[in-house]
C-alpha cells in the first residue's frame, strides 16, 4: 500500500494494538506542500524527505523551519503564486490555513493533482506504526514532547510530528526506525479525526476554533468522536480535572486512565516543592507511591502535562527509571516559557500562549518563579475571530503582569468582515476596565524601543502569542546589549 492507498483507506481502517502495517509512503514521487513553513506541515516534510520522497513547497514566509528544509534537500519558493510548482507533482499537501483561492492550490486543481489535507497525510503516516496521539485546547506541543523523549531515552526511537521545535529530541520531527508515531492532534476543523490512534491523549477541552465550532458543544462532540477512534485494545488518557472531558470520554471504547492534581485518579500527582523553576512531585497510581519525579520547567500545568506522559508511557511498557530521566532533563519546547536572555538582570521571556487559559497560567508560573518581580507581558492577539469570541475572558487573563503592551491583532484564517468587528484597542479597554495596567503600541518595532528604555533591572519580560511577537524578543536582548 502506497501513500495514496493509505489516504483513501483512512475512513474505512480499523488498528489493532501490536500490529501495523509495513506500508512505505511514495519513495522517489513528488509531494509539493502549500504553506510548506507551518510547524506541522514543514514536520511532516521532513519525516517524507527522510522517506525518501522529493519534496517542493511555498510559504510566503521564511523561516529556520523553510531553511532546515533546503538545507535536507527541499526546494522551497516564496512566491506561492503557481508558477513554481514542479511538473512531476504528484500529490499536493495544503494546511487549514489554505484557501481555496490560493494561486498554488488553483493550479493544482486545473493540472488535476491529487490535494489531501496535512491531517490526512498525518493519518496516512500513522497508519504504518502504532499511533499516540495527543489532543486538547491546551498542552499538546508539551506533552507530545515529554512522550518523545520518554520513549527516545528509552531507546524506542519513535517517529514524532510535533507543533513545536524540540531541542532534547532534534526539532519538530523525527523518522524512527521503532514501531510507534507520536503526533500532536489538532482539533481545528476536525482534523485530529483523520488519525488511526492506539493510544490517546485529552488534556482539556475549552472554548477555542470558535470561528469553526460555534458553541463548546460541537468541541466537546468533535472531541468524544476522537475518543471513538481509539483501538478497542488501547488506552485514552484523560485530565480529570475537566468536566467538559468526563462527557467527551463517554463515547471511548477503550480503556480510560485519569489523571490530576487534586482529586483521586488513577494518576496522581502531588507537588513537593516548586522554587527556583524546579518542580518537585510524587506520583501516585491507582492510591500506590509510585515514585518521585522533577521537571526543570515552571508551572502545575506542566505536573500534568508529565503526568499525561507518564501514564502513556507506562502503558507502551517503558520502566520507571527512563521515564524520571528523561522527565528530569526536559527542557521544553522552543516558545513554551523560552529563556531568550538575560541582559543587565533583564529576563527576557518568549511563550505561545494566546488563549486566556494559557496566558493565565503562563503569568502564574512567571510569578511563582519571580516573586516580587516586575513582570512585563507583550500580547499579540492571533486571530480577529478569537479575540472577539473570547473578549471577556482575555481581559481577565493578566492580572499576573505588573505593566502590558499590546500589539496589533495577529491575522490568520480571518475574513475582512472578523477584521472590521475587533482590535486591539477594544481589548486594551477591557483589559484595563479589570484593573491592569495596559498601554496599546500597535507595531512590534515600537514596542522593543519602548521597553528598551523603560525597563530596569530585576525586571521579567514576557512576550506572548501565536504569531511573530516572538521578534520583539530577540530584538529587545539584542538592544539590550
Given at each position: 500500500?502506497?501513500?495514496?492507498?493509505?489516504?483513501?483507506?483512512?475512513?474505512?481502517?480499523?488498528?489493532?494494538?501490536?500490529?501495523?502495517?509495513?506500508?512505505?509512503?511514495?519513495?522517489?514521487?513528488?509531494?509539493?506542500?502549500?504553506?510548506?513553513?507551518?510547524?506541522?506541515?514543514?514536520?511532516?516534510?521532513?519525516?517524507?524527505?527522510?522517506?525518501?520522497?522529493?519534496?517542493?513547497?511555498?510559504?510566503?514566509?521564511?523561516?529556520?523551519?523553510?531553511?532546515?528544509?533546503?538545507?535536507?534537500?527541499?526546494?522551497?519558493?516564496?512566491?506561492?503564486?503557481?508558477?513554481?510548482?514542479?511538473?512531476?507533482?504528484?500529490?499536493?499537501?495544503?494546511?487549514?490555513?489554505?484557501?481555496?483561492?490560493?494561486?498554488?492550490?488553483?493550479?493544482?486543481?486545473?493540472?488535476g493533482i491529487r490535494v489531501v489535507k496535512y491531517s490526512q497525510i498525518l493519518g496516512s503516516l500513522m497508519r504504518e506504526k502504532r499511533g499516540i496521539a495527543i489532543s486538547g485546547t491546551h498542552g499538546k506541543t508539551t506533552?507530545?514532547?515529554?512522550?518523545?523523549?520518554?520513549?527516545?531515552?528509552?531507546?524506542?526511537?519513535?517517529?514524532?510530528?510535533?507543533?513545536?521545535?524540540?531541542?532534547?529530541?532534534?526539532?519538530?520531527?523525527?523518522?524512527?526506525?521503532?514501531?510507534?508515531?507520536?503526533?500532536?492532534?489538532?482539533?481545528?476543523?476536525?482534523?485530529?479525526?483523520?488519525?488511526?490512534?492506539?493510544?490517546?491523549?485529552?488534556?482539556?477541552?475549552?472554548?477555542?476554533?470558535?470561528?469553526?465550532?460555534?458553541?463548546?458543544?460541537?468541541?466537546?462532540?468533535?472531541?468524544?468522536?476522537?475518543?471513538?477512534?481509539?483501538?478497542?485494545?488501547?488506552?485514552?488518557?484523560?485530565?480529570?480535572?475537566?468536566?467538559?472531558?468526563?462527557?467527551?470520554?463517554?463515547?471511548?471504547?477503550?480503556?480510560?486512565?485519569?489523571?490530576?492534581?487534586?482529586?483521586?485518579?488513577?494518576?496522581?500527582?502531588?507537588?513537593?516543592?516548586?522554587?527556583?523553576?524546579?518542580?518537585?512531585?510524587?506520583?501516585?497510581?491507582?492510591?500506590?507511591?509510585?515514585?518521585?519525579?522533577?521537571?526543570?520547567?515552571?508551572?502545575?500545568?506542566?505536573?500534568?502535562?508529565?503526568?499525561?506522559?507518564?501514564?502513556?508511557?507506562?502503558?507502551?511498557?517503558?520502566?520507571?527509571?527512563?521515564?524520571?530521566?528523561?522527565?528530569?532533563?526536559?527542557?521544553?519546547?522552543?516558545?513554551?516559557?523560552?529563556?531568550?536572555?538575560?541582559?543587565?538582570?533583564?529576563?527576557?521571556?518568549?511563550?505561545?500562549?494566546?488563549?486566556?487559559?494559557?496566558?493565565?497560567?503562563?503569568?502564574?508560573?512567571?510569578?511563582?518563579?519571580?516573586?516580587?518581580?516586575?513582570?512585563?507581558?507583550?500580547?499579540?492577539?492571533?486571530?480577529?475571530?478569537?479575540?472577539?469570541?473570547?473578549?471577556?475572558?482575555?481581559?481577565?487573563?493578566?492580572?499576573?503582569?505588573?505593566?502590558?503592551?499590546?500589539?496589533?491583532?495577529?491575522?490568520?484564517?480571518?475574513?475582512?468582515?472578523?477584521?472590521?468587528?475587533?482590535?486591539?484597542?477594544?481589548?486594551?479597554?477591557?483589559?484595563?476596565?479589570?484593573?491592569?495596567?495596559?498601554?496599546?503600541?500597535?507595531?512590534?518595532?515600537?514596542?522593543?524601543?519602548?521597553?528598551?528604555?523603560?525597563?530596569?533591572?530585576?525586571?521579567?519580560?514576557?512576550?506572548?502569542?501565536?504569531?511573530?511577537?516572538?521578534?520583539?524578543?530577540?530584538?529587545?536582548?539584542?538592544?539590550?546589549?
Amino acid at each position: 500500500m502506497n501513500l495514496s492507498e493509505g489516504i483513501d483507506r483512512m475512513n474505512t481502517h480499523t488498528s489493532t494494538l501490536g500490529s501495523h502495517c509495513n506500508c512505505r509512503p511514495m519513495r522517489g514521487n513528488c509531494v509539493y506542500f502549500i504553506g510548506i513553513g507551518g510547524i506541522g506541515m514543514s514536520a511532516v516534510a521532513r519525516i517524507l524527505l527522510k522517506e525518501g520522497c522529493v519534496v517542493a513547497g511555498s510559504d510566503t514566509r521564511p523561516s529556520s523551519l523553510t531553511l532546515t528544509l533546503e538545507k535536507m534537500g527541499a526546494r522551497i519558493n516564496t512566491r506561492q503564486d503557481g508558477s513554481l510548482m514542479p511538473l512531476e507533482t504528484d500529490m499536493v499537501v495544503i494546511s487549514a490555513a489554505i484557501s481555496e483561492d490560493n494561486p498554488d492550490l488553483k493550479i493544482a486543481r486545473k493540472m488535476g493533482i491529487r490535494v489531501v489535507k496535512y491531517s490526512q497525510i498525518l493519518g496516512s503516516l500513522m497508519r504504518e506504526k502504532r499511533g499516540i496521539a495527543i489532543s486538547g485546547t491546551h498542552g499538546k506541543t508539551t506533552t507530545s514532547a515529554m512522550i518523545s523523549n520518554i520513549l527516545k531515552t528509552a531507546g524506542l526511537d519513535p517517529t514524532f510530528v510535533i507543533g513545536g521545535e524540540v531541542p532534547d529530541i532534534g526539532g519538530n520531527a523525527h523518522l524512527g526506525m521503532g514501531d510507534l508515531f507520536v503526533a500532536e492532534a489538532c482539533e481545528y476543523d476536525r482534523s485530529f479525526l483523520n488519525l488511526v490512534p492506539q493510544v490517546g491523549v485529552i488534556t482539556n477541552i475549552e472554548e477555542d476554533h470558535l470561528d469553526y465550532y460555534e458553541n463548546i458543544e460541537k468541541i466537546i462532540n468533535a472531541f468524544g468522536d476522537f475518543a471513538a477512534l481509539i483501538s478497542k485494545e488501547g488506552l485514552l488518557v484523560v485530565n480529570n480535572h475537566d468536566k467538559n472531558i468526563s462527557r467527551a470520554m463517554q463515547k471511548a471504547n477503550c480503556k480510560v486512565e485519569t489523571y490530576s492534581l487534586d482529586s483521586a485518579s488513577d494518576w496522581q500527582g502531588k507537588i513537593i516543592s516548586s522554587g527556583n523553576g524546579i518542580n518537585r512531585f510524587s506520583i501516585f497510581r491507582r492510591n500506590s507511591y509510585f515514585d518521585d519525579f522533577t521537571l526543570k520547567i515552571p508551572g502545575s500545568h506542566n505536573i500534568l502535562n508529565a503526568l499525561a506522559a507518564t501514564a502513556v508511557c507506562t502503558f507502551i511498557g517503558v520502566d520507571k527509571d527512563s521515564i524520571k530521566t528523561a522527565l528530569a532533563s526536559f527542557g521544553g519546547a522552543k516558545r513554551r516559557f523560552q529563556i531568550i536572555g538575560v541582559k543587565n538582570n533583564i529576563t527576557v521571556i518568549d511563550d505561545y500562549a494566546h488563549h486566556p487559559t494559557e496566558i493565565r497560567v503562563t503569568l502564574k508560573a512567571a510569578r511563582e518563579l519571580y516573586p516580587g518581580k516586575k513582570i512585563w507581558c507583550v500580547f499579540q492577539p492571533h486571530q480577529y475571530s478569537r479575540t472577539r469570541h473570547l473578549l471577556r475572558g482575555f481581559a481577565k487573563s493578566f492580572q499576573d503582569a505588573n505593566k502590558v503592551l499590546f500589539a496589533d491583532i495577529y491575522a490568520s484564517r480571518d475574513t475582512d468582515y472578523e477584521k472590521t468587528t475587533m482590535n486591539s484597542m477594544r481589548l486594551c479597554e477591557e483589559t484595563r476596565n479589570a484593573g491592569v495596567d495596559v498601554q496599546y503600541i500597535p507595531q512590534l518595532g515600537d514596542i522593543v524601543n519602548v521597553l528598551s528604555s523603560d525597563v530596569k533591572p530585576d525586571d521579567v519580560v514576557i512576550t506572548m502569542g501565536a504569531g511573530d511577537v516572538w521578534k520583539v524578543a530577540y530584538d529587545l536582548v539584542a538592544k539590550l546589549e
